[in-house]
């Protein structure tokens, strides 16, 4: 079992920056997949971006990439999202999540535990 909570979520103007974290604690952390999703109202959660277990590789959805860069520390259990150039559209939910399974992982099914989301809020 993996427990996930996440912060750093806010309200920020449109072209600003926030960094979301997401500490992890329960079987070790180190061997799973993650990611970040997010979920605005009255939409379906969509993918944002994932990293494998060692943090070599990430992958992003084309609607944050070049903007959004996500990362790891494996050693202080924590997952990481940079968001810059934010933009109205990027208000949701950001929820971090872990997969059991190998590589990386874009599917949100195939993700096994999730933390309880952060807001943010996007202002013009």
């Known amino acids: 079992q993996v427990q996930l909570v996440e912060s750093g979520g806010g309200l920020v103007q449109a072209g600003g920056s926030l960094r979301l974290s997401c500490a992890a604690s329960?079987?070790?952390?180190?061997?799973?997949?993650m990611g970040w999703f997010r979920q605005a109202p009255g939409k379906e959660r969509e993918f944002v971006a994932a990293?494998?277990?060692?943090?070599?590789?990430?992958y992003y959805a084309d609607s944050v990439k070049g903007r959004f860069t996500i990362s790891r520390d494996n050693a202080k259990n924590t997952l990481y999202l940079q968001m810059n150039s934010l933009k109205i559209e990027d208000t949701a939910v950001y929820y971090c999540?872990?997969?059991?399974?190998?590589?990386?992982?874009?599917?949100?099914?195939?993700?096994?535990?999730w933390g309880q989301g952060t807001q943010v809020t996007v202002s013009s």
């Open positions: 999540a872990a997969s059991r399974l190998l590589g990386i992982v874009v599917v949100t099914a195939q993700y096994d535990y």
């Open positions: 990293i494998n277990w060692i943090g070599g590789s990430t």
């Open positions: 329960g079987r070790t952390f180190s061997r799973n997949p």
